[in-house]
């Protein structure tokens, strides 16, 4: 520092600007060693009115002087936004600008003189100072002020001669907030990113639902995906679960590895080993899985040994003795069951330790009949698949969507998707509307009195079936024309049609 800005810099901030003299009437400009030799050791700063509002000791007066003559581009330094402090050979403080006291809000009476290993006995500063090497930090919190600062110090030289060190910090704490803003952004841009191909995986393999309870299944599946604990997806036949099987994997961080899928049910019992761990010449679904993952959907059809054997890969350090041939996999598992399990622990016919393995983590499928916002939108699903596949452009009838309500589909989505593919295959394509389609679950009834005739056209004789099932229902209803539309369960629009276009006699609206 100049001497001259000393006294300024110790002086209290309601202190007018007037010249500054020491005790004994010398100007603080004109000091040198010579002249404070006779002063005591603590010396008062007075204004020209000789008020006291300062004191400093002598002998860091001494030792500021001393350095005042061998340290230069003071200017310089004190003009730099970057902060500056610097140190001898031992450690001791004798500079810093502006800069430096701004940035930190420390003082400069407070560190002139001292020495650095005793105010900052871990900073870089006096690393540099110990080591004589040049050492930098690209940011660094300061908890003390709440401030990021990039650093760099280092030793000071004249010729072979070592001076000190310096160190020479900027404050970057609004880059800091900058990156944290932008890393916060990236971070929130990188979730909506992940929730969006989450979602249209979901609607893709039609894993989608306005069921509240499957929805949060769903979320819970999106969560635990991401995971490399083994899953059991539990659910009745044609619930879903090869679809959800595939949902897990391409919302886990393997999706990019491979998907191997193993239907336990169907390889024969005596190849199920074969196929799951190779014979010594082929490799086995397991190791085709490797690094990816391993889908076993009727998990419960594996054998106890072959189950053991899968138990080891998955969970060796649970073995005294590994089964021969046999190596630690790196997969994930995804298993399925249409059946609970637990009984078949308490029969000994499915192991306790894989069952405990995969049973961390369940992804329970509830069956359709559970799911009833789900039906429609599901059906219509179907019928825009299967309008496309046959090339047909049919609708449902409002009658027929509370039709698909009220039926129970105990074969789940697997029987409604058929269901809908029939409709949409055996559909008059003259007359864009299904208003009635074979009634799910079971075959169309045969006539009761209608035999096919030799040589007739199709037409004639689906018209002639179709006017006896009517009289039949009719006549089982005696007349009551509602009674037989509920029976053959049909709209009323499509009754009234039928019987117009069929001339059954009696049958019009009027």
């Keep these: ?74 200017q310089i330094l004190d003009s730099m936004s970057d902060g500056v402090i610097a140190v001898d050979d031992a450690g001791r403080i004798f500079y810093a600008n502006p800069a430096y006291m701004s940035i930190l809000g420390v003082p400069l009476r407070r560190i002139l003189g001292r020495f650095i290993q005793d105010v900052e006995p871990g900073s870089i500063l006096n690393r540099a100072l110990l080591e004589r090497e040049t050492f930098s930090r690209e940011k660094q919190l300061i908890a003390s002020i709440q401030k ?95 679809a959800m099987a595939h949902y897990l994997y391409q919302c886990s961080s393997r999706r990019d590895k491979p998907l191997i899928m193993v239907n336990c049910a169907a390889v024969p019992e005596n190849m199920i080993e074969e196929t799951l761990f190779g014979d010594g010449e082929h490799p086995g679904k397991i190791s085709l899985a490797e690094g990816g993952t391993l ?34 996999a790196n997969i994930r598992l995804i298993a399925s069951t249409s059946q609970p399990l637990e009984p078949l622990v308490r029969e000994k016919k499915f192991r306790r330790e894989l069952f405990f393995l995969l049973n961390t983590i369940t992804v329970a499928l509830p069956p359709l009949r559970e799911r009833q916002d789900d039906i429609v939108p599901l059906a219509n699903r179907f019928l825009s698949l299967f309008n496309e596949k046959y090339h047909k452009k049919m609708a449902f009838s409002p009658e027929m969507y509370q039709e ?27 007359l864009p509307i299904i208003e009635r389609a074979e009634e799910p679950g079971r075959d169309a009834p045969p006539p009761s009195g209608y035999r096919p005739q030799k040589g007739e056209p199709l037409d004639s004789q689906l018209r002639a079936f179709e006017a006896e099932v009517i009289r039949n229902a009719l006549e089982e209803c005696g007349g009551n024309r509602t009674a037989a539309m509920k029976q053959l369960g049909v709209s009323r629009r499509t009754f009234y049609r039928k019987c117009a276009e069929l001339g059954i006699l009696g049958c019009d609206e009027k």
């Excluded at 004249?158 to 160190?167: I, R």
């Excluded at 072959?306 to 138990?311: M, V």
């Excluded at 009220?406 to 789940?412: H, I």
């Design 1 to 74: 520092m100049k001497l001259r800005d000393f006294s300024k810099r110790i002086q209290p901030e309601d202190q007018p600007d007037f010249a500054y003299t020491l005790q004994g009437g010398m100007d603080v400009a004109e000091l040198t060693a010579d002249k404070l030799a006779d002063f005591p050791e603590t010396i008062f700063i007075a204004n020209s009115q000789a008020v006291v509002f300062g004191k400093v000791q002598k002998e860091t007066l001494l030792y500021l002087l001393d350095r005042h003559r061998t340290f230069q581009f003071e």
């Design 295 to 328: 889908f076993l959907d009727e998990i419960e059809e594996l054998s106890l040994l072959a189950q053991s054997r899968l138990l080891y890969l998955l969970h060796p350090e649970g073995f005294d003795t590994k089964p021969d041939g046999d190596a630690a």
């Design 148 to 242: 990021y600062v990039s650093l760099r110090a280092f030793p000071l030289w004249d010729g072979e001669t070592f001076l000190g060190a310096v160190s020479v910090f900027r404050d970057v704490t609004q880059l800091h907030q900058m990156s944290q803003e932008m890393r916060q952004m990236s971070g929130i841009m990188d979730e909506y990113s992940q929730r969006i191909r989450i979602q249209e995986t979901a609607e893709k393999l039609g894993i989608t639902s306005y069921n509240k309870a499957f929805q949060t299944t769903i979320q819970k599946a999106a969560t635990v995906a991401l995971t490399d604990v083994p899953l059991l997806i539990c659910g009745e036949s044609g619930t879903g679960k090869n």
């Design 404 to 430: 698909l309500r009220n039926y129970p589909w105990p074969g789940n989505l697997r029987e409604l998707k058929s269901y809908v593919e029939r409709a949409v295959i055996l559909a008059d394509s003259s």
